[in-house]
């Protein structure tokens, strides 16, 4: 079946230190991918999307994604957390419509 | 200005109450959604509209019912609501037709309780 995974439902890191959220996805063709992150009480606020062409893409707030079709993974990056960046972390791709993975959850310890 | 506002932000009703949510985007966009978020984060979609028109319904109950009075609006109205209603729900407004490569803008979500 068509789907995007996020594997990890939580993860806890240390404020500076660096992250990395896993999204993989199970689809034919290579779909449209987007990262979506979501505050507290908020509604979604795109961080980056890649449709084709470098394979890195360079998003809001200093994240970074890459695409790795090999791999048909699509994993957000961050060298250095802010305890801003707590939040529920939202990977989608774009086929016929949009469909999200469950989200991973961010908590940034002091 | 907010490009994607919805009205109420928290609603607390009880089983078998009609309710609407209203949703207005002031980006110009053509296509418009609605998605449901369940307890567990998961994030659904429930309807599209481009220009007044249906694009996608997926497996939603028919209590539930879009309605577009012009192409800045995307009303949710549900019948006889039920405890499983209880969700977070979200509109998104894109430029394009949904699968087009085209982000998606969310509106702040409406918070929905069935009693």
């Known amino acids: 079946a068509q789907s995007v995974t996020q594997p990890d439902i939580h993860i806890t890191v240390s404020e500076g230190a660096s992250l990395e959220l896993r999204c993989n996805y199970s689809?034919?063709?290579?779909?449209?991918l987007f990262w979506y992150v979501q505050s507290p009480g908020q509604g979604l606020q795109l961080l980056l999307k890649?449709?084709?062409?470098?394979?890195l893409v360079q998003g809001i707030k200093g994240f970074e994604a890459e695409f790795k079709r090999s791999q048909s993974s699509f994993n957000l990056r961050k060298p250095s957390v802010h305890w801003s960046d707590a939040a529920e972390y939202f990977c989608?791709?774009?086929?016929?419509?949009?469909?999200f993975g469950a989200g991973t959850r961010l908590t940034v310890k002091p | 200005d907010t490009a994607v506002s919805q009205t109420p932000k928290y609603l607390v009703t009880q089983m078998g109450n009609d309710k609407s949510i209203k949703c207005e985007q002031n980006?110009?966009?053509?296509?418009m959604y609605w998605y449901k978020q369940d307890s567990k984060k998961f994030l659904k979609i429930m309807f599209s509209?481009?220009?007044?028109?249906?694009?996608i319904n997926e497996t939603v109950p028919n209590r539930f019912s879009p309605k577009s009075p012009d192409k800045a609006h995307l009303n949710l109205h549900i019948n006889s609501l039920e405890l499983g209603d209880s969700a977070v729900y979200f509109c998104?407004?894109?430029?394009?037709?949904?699968?087009?490569?085209?982000?998606?803008?969310f509106g702040p979500g409406t918070r929905l309780t069935v009693l």
């Open positions: 998104a407004s894109s430029q394009d037709f949904p699968g087009l490569a085209d982000e998606q803008f």
């Open positions: 689809y034919g063709a290579t779909p449209y």
């Open positions: 890649y449709f084709s062409g470098d394979t």
């Open positions: 989608a791709v774009l086929i016929h419509d949009m469909r």
């Open positions: 980006l110009g966009h053509d296509t």
């Open positions: 509209y481009n220009n007044k028109e249906l694009i």
